[in-house]
């Protein structure tokens, strides 16, 4: 008899592509892992189950969003298949707000990544640059600015914590993003009014 393993995978509701009744609906039945988006959701979560206790937990928050992507392609297209949208239609994509609230998660869990900017942060979510500015407009904050402010958050927390007192500035900032340590003090003096030596000082 040939063994199985449970994956539980929870998935945001602002993460589904199709209403959360619906998403529901469509869970609840059966879906193939013989072809199509069932075989390759099915064998990555597989996959992940057999091996994932050797990845690092920063290596399993990231195969855990590819997961909940998956899982999501794989929701959109049963609720298509089911006639959930007339023939022609472009798939449904998430509203407004919903979107806007994944690509907040997505800035939050890729601070660390030098490369984070409107252009890698569009392509992750199928969207064009010019899409992501508008939805970040009735905030008053760009992309850009709202990267920057939310690296240099965490780079202020970490400056006052004593177990990192030892640990060099241009790392703490190197840590959330910032691969330049005269950009970051200009930056953070900006923001702070003060260097970040001279914060770390107060601690």
């Avoid at 990845?55 to 929701?75: E, K």
């Avoid at 064009?128 to 600015?145: N, P, T």
């Avoid at 690296?151 to 202020?156: F, G, K, S, T």
Wanted: proline letters at 6%; a positive charge.
């Amino acid at each position: 008899m040939r063994s199985r393993t449970t994956v539980a995978v929870r998935l945001p509701g602002s993460a589904s592509p199709v209403p959360i009744d619906e998403a529901q609906r469509l869970l609840a039945q059966r879906i193939s892992g013989e072809t199509g988006m069932g075989a390759i959701v099915g064998r990555f979560l597989n996959t992940l189950g057999a091996h994932g206790a050797e990845c690092a937990p920063r290596d399993l928050d990231r195969l855990g969003r590819v997961a909940a992507d998956l899982i999501a392609a794989c929701l959109a297209e049963q609720h298509d298949g089911a006639g959930g949208r007339t023939s022609g239609e472009p798939p449904a994509g998430p509203g407004p707000r919903a979107l806007l609230e994944r690509i907040d998660t997505f800035i939050d869990h890729n601070l660390g990544d030098p490369a984070l900017a409107p252009q890698s942060i569009a392509d992750r979510h199928h969207i064009s640059v010019r899409r992501l500015h508008l939805l970040f407009q009735d905030r008053g904050e760009s992309v850009a600015a709202t990267i920057r402010r939310r690296r240099l958050e965490h780079c202020h927390a970490d400056l006052a914590r004593p177990e990192l007192l030892d640990r060099p500035i241009h790392a703490i900032a190197a840590r959330w993003g910032f691969s330049s340590a005269a950009v970051f003090s200009r930056a953070y003096r900006e923001a702070y009014g003060t260097s970040p030596t001279e914060r770390r000082a107060r601690a």
